[in-house]
């Protein structure tokens, strides 16, 4: 018997204790023309003693080089790769609605459906006179157009577009506006390369307010929206500058006169340990109304992000990025089942 720990079993294998052999270990005059050096030789099949030796050569799937030959390298593009979209390849078909032609419509609501305003802003139109229907200036806002008539608006015909709509995830430092006379950088920047429609924010967010914003050209659907009287849902994450006193939390809670309205938030809660951070869900419609109701209460909002807005969030959507809604949102915002 061999003694595992001193001894070799035939053939050079050494062997450990539970009897199994192990790689031999190769000395200078193990290795076919090498007369230094106690690495492992390459073998070679069917290699002769004395010959050469060439390097086994990698393979790829589908590739066979012979022996002693170069394999070309060829640069394959990488199969799960992941192709560019453009904003052009995200674009939705809706649903269009039908409407009679024999049946007249008002003029306000013409043009929002056109994609020029929306009816309010369509009002003030028709009343600066800038607006003409079969030749003649309209200034009355109770008129009635029929789909067949030529209506102009600074001159320029007006015409139905496809409905787009678009949910931008709003960053800092943009204005909420088609055009700025100080040349500041908007919304509308921002998805200028995403439709040759005219498309106009629904809303408004501070320059300095992130978050959610809809962009469209339906006149209607921005009405309801933005009308006080449907009462969207937001709901916001504000940072204060100093923590929130338990007092002026029930005063928030009480409600805060702003404009003669008495604004009354439906939730307010802490997602974090210290009462700076502050989840805030209301329905008002007044403008700046968040930051107005903590000042009027003695606090400063560093920052404000709208997370939610009539049912709408900003999920998979980064900061400053937009997306496309989709036939089934849009058919429930037009629906009312959003909040």
């Known amino acids: 018997m061999f003694d595992n720990n001193n001894s070799r079993r035939p053939g050079g294998f050494r062997s450990n204790q539970d009897g199994a052999s192990k790689r031999p270990r190769f000395t200078q005059s193990s290795r076919p023309g090498r007369e230094t050096g106690n690495s492992r030789p390459r073998f070679v099949r069917n290699a002769g003693e004395g010959e050469e030796q060439p390097r086994r050569p990698r393979f790829q799937s589908g590739e066979r080089v012979a022996f002693g030959e170069q394999r070309e390298r060829v640069m394959r593009p990488r199969r799960n790769a992941p192709k560019p979209v453009s904003p052009e390849n995200k674009r939705q078909k809706y649903h269009e ?8 419509i008002r003029l306000n609501k013409y043009l929002a459906n056109a994609g020029i305003c929306s009816r309010r802003e369509a009002d003030d139109f028709i009343q600066a006179g800038v607006i003409t229907v079969n030749g003649e200036v309209v200034s009355s806002l109770g008129t009635k157009v029929m789909p067949t008539d030529k209506v102009m608006f600074h001159n320029q015909p007006v015409h139905r577009e496809r409905k787009i709509y678009i949910l931008l995830n709003k960053p800092k430092n943009t204005v909420t506006t088609t055009d700025d006379p100080q040349e500041r950088r908007t919304v509308i920047d921002i998805v200028r390369n995403a439709c040759a429609e005219r498309i106009y924010p629904v809303g408004r967010l501070d320059r300095n307010t992130t978050g959610v914003l809809l962009l469209t050209n339906d006149g209607d659907l921005a009405s309801k929206l933005t009308h006080p ?3 969207k849902k937001k709901i916001y994450a504000a940072t204060l500058d100093h923590e929130l006193s338990e007092v002026d939390e029930a005063i928030l809670r009480n409600g805060v006169i702003l404009d003669d309205e008495r604004i009354v938030p439906d939730a307010l809660e802490f997602p974090k340990d210290d009462r700076r951070h502050i989840g805030l869900e209301i329905h008002s419609g007044q403008n700046r109304v968040v930051r107005r109701m903590f000042e009027k209460v003695g606090y400063k909002v560093m920052t404000l992000d709208r997370v939610s807005f009539a049912g709408l969030t900003k999920k998979n959507v980064a900061r400053g990025k937009y997306r496309f809604l989709t036939p089934k949102e849009v058919a429930m ?5 959003f909040e």
Request: avoid cysteine.
């Open 333 to 337: 915002l037009q629906m009312g089942a």
């Open 97 to 104: 609605k039908y409407e009679d032609p024999t049946k007249p």
């Open 229 to 231: 009287k449907f009462g």
